[in-house]
C-alpha cells in the first residue's frame, strides 16, 4: 500500500489546509470533487439569489405592497454581498477558510428563511440584506478554498466549472423563479434554498478540515468600516443614478464624493494599519493590478450590455419571461464551454496569458455584432452572435482569478481572491447603471422621432421598461414604433460596450505571464512582498 504524502508546510514551518485527513497537494481528483460538490452548491445559490428573484418581484409586490421599496429587494442583497466581500477574504487569512465559510452559509440560509417569511416589503429588504451579507463569502470563500487545496497548474481543470456556475444561474434563475412561482408561492423562491444550502453545510462539515493559524492577530476594525461605507456609497451611486435621482443632483454627487473620501481614508487607513483588510502591498503586483483592472472594464461591459438580451426577446420578439431565458442559452453554452475547456488546456499547458487576449477580443467582435440586432433578425444569427460572446467572457472570468491567485503569497490569496470578486461585481453594477441611463437617453430622442404626433412619450417609455404585456396590448400604431425605437437604442447600448471591451483588450496585451505553481504554497520568501518581479524568483515569468 503506498504510503499517503507528508503534511506540506510554507516556508514559516505552518502546516497547509487539509481536506479528508489528506494534506491538500495529496488529494485525489475524487477527493478533490467532493469537496468541489460543496463549494459549488453553495457559490450556486448565491449566484441564483442574482437572477431567482427579479422573476417574482412583481408577484411580492401585489402581495406583500411598498411597490416604491421594490428595487431595495435587489439592491439590499448586492450592497451587502459586495461590501462584505474583501472583509471575508481577509477574515478567512487570519482565521482559517472552513469555519468562515460555514459561518457565510448559515447567515446565508438565516436571511433566506427570513426573506420566505416576510410579511411586509420592509421586512423582506432587512432579511434580503442579511442573505447578501452570507452571500458574499459563498462568492469569495468557495474560489479561496480552490487555491488551498489544489495547485494553481491544476486549477484550471476545476475552476472553468466555477464560471459555468455562473452562466448556469442566468438561465435556471428566471427558470426557477417563474416555475416556483406559477406552481407554489414566492415564498419559496427563497425557502428552496435551505435544503440546498444544508446540503453544502454537511459536504463542508465532512470532508473540508482547516488550516488553523497559531499566532493571534489584529482585525482593522476601522479600515473595514472605511471600506464597506465607501463602497457602499459608490454602489448606491450606481444603482440610483439616472433611475431614483438625475446624475447631477446632489444626491448622486454627494454620494459620490462620500465613497470616494470614504476610500480615499480606507487607503491612508491600510497604509500604517498593523494587519491591513487590503495590502497595499498587493499593488505592486503588476498581474494584481492588471487583472483587476480588466475584471472591473469585462463586468461593465458583460453586465452592463447582456442584461438587455432578454429584454430584447421579450418586448422585440414577444416572448414570455420564461422563454427568454431559454433563447439566451446559446450564449451561456459559449460561456459554459470555453470555461471548463479553457481550464482544461490551462492545466495542461501552464500557459494563461493567451486565453484573457482571445477572451477579450471575441467579447469586442460580440459586442459589435449584437449592435446589428433588429427586430426582424432572424434567432439562428442572434444566437451566433450570443455564442461569440459567449465564448469570449468564458475565456476570460476564471482565467484572470486564476492569474491573481497565482502571483500572490498563500498569506495573502483570500484577500486578493476577494478584491477580484469584488471588483469585477462593481464594474457589473456601475455597468448596469451607464447602459441603463444610455438606454433611457436613446428612447428620449427616438420616441418622439417615431410614434404618431400627440402620442404620450413618456407613459409610453415606462410601458417598454416596465411591462411588455402592457406593450403587446397597444395598438400595432404605437407598438411598432416604440419597438423600432427600442432596437434602435439597444444598438447604442451594444456600440458604447465595444470601446470598452477594447480597452480589456488593449489591458490584457499587458497582463504578466507567470508560470503556474505545481505547489499550493510558496516555499520560499520569493513574492512575500507581492510583486510579480520578486515572485519571479520561485516562478520564473514566461514574458
Do not use: C
Not at 358 to 387: C, E, I, K, N, R
Not at 405 to 412: H, L, S
Not at 514 to 539: F, P, W, Y
Amino acid at each position: 500500500m503506498s504510503k499517503r504524502p507528508q503534511p506540506v508546510v510554507g516556508s514559516d514551518g505552518e502546516p497547509l489546509a487539509e481536506v479528508a485527513g489528506i494534506p491538500s497537494e495529496g488529494l485525489s481528483h475524487r477527493e478533490i470533487l467532493i469537496v468541489f460538490s460543496g463549494l459549488m452548491t453553495a457559490m450556486l445559490l448565491a449566484a441564483l439569489d442574482q437572477t431567482i428573484v427579479g422573476t417574482a418581484l412583481p408577484t411580492i409586490v401585489s402581495d406583500l405592497g411598498g411597490y416604491n421599496h421594490l428595487s431595495w429587494v435587489v439592491t439590499a442583497y448586492l450592497l451587502t454581498s459586495t461590501a462584505t466581500a474583501l472583509l471575508y477574504g481577509k477574515i478567512s487569512d487570519l482565521y482559517g477558510r472552513k469555519r468562515i465559510f460555514q459561518f457565510a452559509i448559515v447567515i446565508f440560509l438565516i436571511g433566506s428563511a427570513l426573506s420566505g417569511l416576510s410579511q411586509n416589503i420592509g421586512q423582506l429588504v432587512v432579511f434580503r440584506a442579511i442573505q447578501g451579507i452570507g452571500a458574499g463569502g459563498l462568492f469569495v470563500l468557495a474560489l479561496t478554498i480552490v487555491g488551498d487545496i489544489v495547485s494553481p497548474r491544476e486549477r484550471g481543470r476545476y475552476q472553468g466549472y466555477f464560471g459555468a456556475v455562473f452562466g448556469l444561474a442566468t438561465v435556471a434563475g428566471p427558470l426557477i423563479g417563474g416555475f416556483l412561482v406559477d406552481n407554489l408561492s414566492w415564498r419559496w423562491v427563497f425557502y428552496v434554498n435551505l435544503p440546498v444550502g444544508a446540503a453544502a453545510l454537511i459536504v463542508t462539515t465532512l470532508v473540508l478540515r482547516d488550516f488553523h493559524p497559531h499566532r493571534r492577530h489584529q482585525i482593522d476594525y476601522l479600515g473595514a468600516v472605511l471600506m464597506m461605507a465607501g463602497v457602499s456609497a459608490l454602489l448606491l451611486v450606481s444603482v440610483w443614478a439616472g433611475q431614483e435621482y438625475p446624475w447631477g443632483s446632489w444626491q448622486i454627487v454627494g454620494l459620490w464624493l462620500a465613497g470616494t473620501g470614504l476610500l480615499g481614508g480606507f487607503l491612508l487607513r491600510e497604509h500604517t494599519a498593523k494587519e491591513p483588510i487590503l495590502p497595499l502591498r498587493l499593488f505592486r503586483n503588476k498581474v494584481f493590478d492588471v487583472a483587476n483592472a480588466m475584471g472591473f472594464i469585462v463586468g461593465l461591459a458583460m453586465f452592463g450590455a447582456i442584461v438587455y438580451l432578454p429584454i430584447y426577446f421579450q418586448l422585440v420578439r414577444g416572448a414570455s419571461p420564461t422563454i427568454s431565458g431559454l433563447q439566451i442559452l446559446p450564449l451561456i453554452i459559449g460561456l459554459f464551454g470555453v470555461s471548463i475547456g479553457s481550464g482544461q488546456i490551462i492545466s495542461k499547458a501552464g500557459r494563461y496569458k493567451i486565453f484573457p487576449i482571445v477572451g477579450t477580443a471575441l467579447m469586442t467582435v460580440g459586442m459589435f455584432l449584437m449592435a446589428s440586432l433588429h427586430a426582424d433578425t432572424p434567432y439562428w444569427q442572434a444566437s451566433l452572435y450570443m455564442l461569440i460572446l459567449g465564448m469570449g467572457i468564458g475565456a476570460v472570468l476564471q482565467v484572470l482569478v486564476l492569474a491573481v491567485q497565482n502571483a500572490v503569497t498563500w498569506e495573502d490569496l483570500g484577500t486578493s481572491t476577494a478584491a477580484t470578486t469584488a471588483i469585477r461585481s462593481m464594474g457589473g453594477t456601475f455597468g448596469t447603471s451607464i447602459f441603463g441611463a444610455i438606454l433611457t437617453a436613446q428612447l428620449a430622442i427616438w420616441l418622439p422621432r417615431l410614434l404618431p404626433a400627440g402620442a404620450p412619450v413618456g407613459d409610453l417609455k415606462g410601458n417598454i421598461t416596465a411591462s411588455p404585456a402592457a406593450l403587446k396590448a397597444l395598438a400595432p400604431a404605437l407598438r411598432d414604433p416604440i419597438i423600432e425605437s427600442f432596437v434602435h437604442s439597444l444598438h447604442v447600448v451594444f456600440l458604447v460596450a465595444v470601446p470598452i471591451a477594447a480597452a480589456a483588450f488593449v489591458l490584457s496585451l499587458f497582463l504578466p505571464e507567470i508560470d503556474l505553481r505545481q505547489t499550493v504554497r510558496h516555499d520560499s520568501k520569493a513574492g512575500a512582498n507581492g510583486d510579480a518581479e520578486a515572485g519571479a524568483e520561485a516562478v520564473p515569468t514566461l514574458g
